[in-house]
């Protein structure tokens, strides 16, 4: 999570202007290639979390690169392994802080990712003379909103684990620091 923060910032000196290639395609190119390792990042921390799990099923998971196939692939051993945006609320409840409630639907869902995935592939190749060409305009427009559906699906999530009754809650910074923070939570029976 750390090393996609620190993409995530050389994403953003792309979009702002702040740092360039050049021209167009170049600055486009390289933030898509940024993009794409934040989504390999994305799909290889949800393999770390599964590692168990994922290695009993693959024996060779350590050459496991491409995130589509890696998370159809994570999705056949834990259907629930893609991160849960959240939004933490607060409560009256005794003793409960903050209730937490799934985001509403403005961030990177499995299937954005996988065509996202895909989208940034395309753009990492030179155009064939003879096809469509690249329309960098289209990525030049739509780079904003995909980075956005990124940071609003990591900000503030929840992973589960394979079989697990706990789940795990990552905060990509707070206040006290901007350090990556997680907590653990199981259901209260099972702590009696």
């Not at 350590?62 to 259907?79: D, V």
């Not at 989208?119 to 030179?126: D, E, L, Y």
């Not at 990525?139 to 394979?162: D, F, V």
Request: aromatic fraction near 12%.
């Amino acid at each position: 999570m750390e090393e996609i923060k620190r993409r995530m910032t050389v994403l953003d000196a792309f979009l702002s202007g702040q740092s360039s290639a050049i021209f167009l395609p170049t600055a486009i190119e390289t933030t898509c290639l940024q993009l794409r390792k934040i989504l390999e990042l994305i799909a290889l921390a949800s393999l770390v979390a599964n590692e168990k799990a994922y290695s009993s099923a693959y024996r060779d998971f350590a050459k496991h690169w491409n995130a589509g196939e890696l998370l159809k692939s994570l999705s056949a051993i834990n259907p629930q392994f893609y991160p849960v945006p959240v939004v933490e609320l607060p409560t009256d409840q005794p003793g409960v802080k903050h209730q937490l409630k799934e985001r509403d639907p403005d961030y990177l869902t499995k299937d954005n990712f996988v065509e996202l995935y895909g989208r940034c592939g395309v753009i990492m190749h030179a155009a064939n003379p003879f096809g469509r060409g690249i329309n960098y305009e289209f990525y030049k427009a739509n780079l904003p909103l995909w980075r956005q559906q990124i940071i609003n699906l990591l900000n503030n999530h929840q992973i589960r684990l394979k079989d697990s009754h706990y789940f795990y809650l990552i905060h990509m910074q707070e206040e006290r620091d901007e350090k990556v923070h997680f907590y653990k939570f199981e259901p209260k029976d099972r702590l009696l």
